[in-house]
């Protein structure tokens, strides 16, 4: 499953023309909260590792300081690198999980 989301990725950069270049979109947001190369990330970890499809951040739009927590998930767990708040791959993976927020828990999941 992961190479398929690597392809998918691979893909995205290839059409765009340059690493994640264009708009910002939820689309986008998704592959990469899928992709293990996230941010450099020298581990095979991704948001969707802790994450399972989102599950959890479904509460996380309440949260002022949430492009901060994605930056820190990056750095940490990812063992990624400091990335720009104003670069695609981040504004979109923060409209992805944005728009957690606007689907309804399964029964049984936990919120925060």
């Not at 990330?41 to 989102?54: V, Y």
């Not at 750095?75 to 990335?83: K, Y």
């Amino acid at each position: 499953m992961k190479g398929h989301f690597r392809l998918l990725a691979a893909l995205t950069v290839f059409l765009s023309g340059s690493s994640y270049a264009g708009q910002s979109s939820v689309e986008l947001g998704t592959l990469l909260f899928h992709d293990p190369a996230l941010g450099g990330s020298r581990n095979e970890k991704s948001c969707n590792t802790c994450h399972p499809d989102g599950r959890g951040l479904e509460q996380a739009t309440r949260r002022s300081n949430l492009t901060e927590v994605i930056k820190s998930c990056i750095l940490g767990p990812m063992d990624g690198n400091r990335v720009d708040a104003r670069r695609v791959d981040l504004r979109s993976l923060k409209m992805f999980i944005e728009s957690l927020g606007q689907r309804k828990p399964a029964s049984g999941d936990q919120t925060e």
